[in-house]
């Protein structure tokens, strides 16, 4: 299966601080990637969907200005958590689908705590 | 919106056990993924399976598109089984990969 791969795995920043999160496809080129937030116990919620060199498209109820997506080649879109607060942590895990296959291939995630 | 619903919620296995996990979907789609989240949060990927019957190794999974349901069978359960599963599914009119995730199974296999 296609490798997706997102850095970093944890991170820990103080409130009012801004996190970038990198995912990256690294056998194919990703066309789409996609971001989900996972709290604890929880299932998976999509935030946004990532084009390239296009404006990301967010879910109904997600702040854009917090929660800046950039996908600026066919294999990396970053998500920048900006002025994080502690309500912010959480688990957040990216998803790629190629040029002709629309099978999603997850990161391993980043573990967002914000004190 | 669309709907999915996985069943059972949680599941406690002897090791050698068999198991049927099912997930149910409202509306028409064009992809179903099962997945299996391990402890440290990696989904890995388990079947592609819009419809129709797979298998790989110990593990199965069926979906009938026509009937919005599908099934992932595990059959000598290990261990190393243990985890969440969950299947997701994309729409018709969505764009391919965009997915909706039930809530999980959360299966737990006992030596």
């Known amino acids: 299966g296609a490798v997706v791969s997102q850095h970093p795995s944890w991170v820990i920043c103080k409130s009012g601080t801004s996190v970038k999160i990198e995912c990256r496809s690294l056998?194919?080129?990703?066309?789409?990637m996609f971001w989900y937030r996972q709290f604890p116990k929880q299932s998976l919620m999509l935030m946004a969907t990532?084009?390239?060199?296009?404006?990301?498209?967010?879910e109904q109820g997600v702040e854009k200005d917090k929660f800046l997506i950039n996908h600026a080649s066919l294999t990396l879109s970053t998500l920048t958590v900006t002025s994080a607060h502690p309500e912010d942590s959480s688990f957040y895990i990216c998803?790629?689908?190629?040029?002709?296959?629309?099978?999603?291939?997850f990161g391993q995630g980043t573990r967002l705590t914000v004190v | 919106g669309i709907q999915v619903e996985q069943s059972p919620p949680d599941l406690i296995l002897q090791e050698g056990a068999n198991s049927t996990l099912r997930c149910n979907f409202s509306?028409?789609?064009?992809?179903l993924q099962w997945f299996h989240q391990n402890p440290w949060g990696q989904l890995i990927n388990l079947f592609y399976?819009?419809?129709g019957t797979k298998q790989n190794g110990r593990l199965s999974a069926t979906t009938v598109a026509t009937e919005r349901y599908s099934l992932l069978y595990i059959s000598s359960s290990q261990t190393t089984d243990s985890g969440v599963y969950f299947c997701?599914?994309?729409?018709?009119?969505?764009?391919?990969?965009?997915?909706?995730f039930g809530q999980g199974t959360e299966l737990s296999v006992k030596p």
């Open positions: 998803s790629a689908t190629g040029v002709m296959n629309t099978e999603a291939f």
């Open positions: 056998d194919f080129q990703a066309t789409t």
């Open positions: 990532s084009n390239e060199g296009s404006k990301a498209t967010y």
């Open positions: 509306d028409s789609v064009n992809n």
């Open positions: 399976i819009p419809s």
């Open positions: 997701a599914v994309d729409l018709f009119y969505n764009q391919g990969g965009k997915l909706i």
